[in-house]
């Protein structure tokens, strides 16, 4: 079975900088689409950004140039590196796989989630 897991979150303070990491298993293949969402409370879950198999990047417009997605070593570890936290992105931030050929990333799109790890950003 696809299990991610992710890891990482925390408390800090704004402006601050945090890495959020998950690792996938149960794939038949080490490489696929991943992407990190994030929902805060009463607010619908977003997407945050995305790697395709080839290494190919997408962000939100919100988080362009403050937020990282890459991956490890092994392949099947996903980064989310960040930086600049704001308080409004205080969310559940989640780990999400893609099993198809193509990368959408968008919420409705990926097939596999993990459970969240928790970012508070302090004002």
């Known amino acids: 079975q696809v299990q991610l897991a992710e890891s990482g979150g925390g408390s800090l303070q704004a402006g601050g900088s945090l890495r959020l990491s998950c690792v996938a298993s149960?794939?038949?293949?080490?490489?696929?689409?991943m992407g990190w969402f994030r929902q805060a409370p009463g607010k619908e879950r977003e997407a945050v950004a995305s790697?395709?198999?080839?290494?190919?990047?997408a962000y939100a417009y919100s988080v362009k140039g403050r937020f990282t997605i890459s991956r490890g070593n092994p392949d099947n570890t996903v980064y989310l590196q960040m930086s600049g936290l704001k308080p409004e992105e205080t969310a559940m931030y989640y780990c999400?796989?893609?099993?198809?050929?193509?990368?959408?990333?968008?919420?409705?799109?990926?097939?596999?989630w993990g459970k969240g790890t928790l970012v508070t950003i302090l004002s």
């Open positions: 999400a796989a893609e099993m198809g050929l193509s990368c959408s990333g968008g919420v409705d799109d990926m097939d596999f």
């Open positions: 149960g794939y038949p293949y080490s490489k696929f689409c």
């Open positions: 790697i395709d198999s080839d290494d190919d990047t």
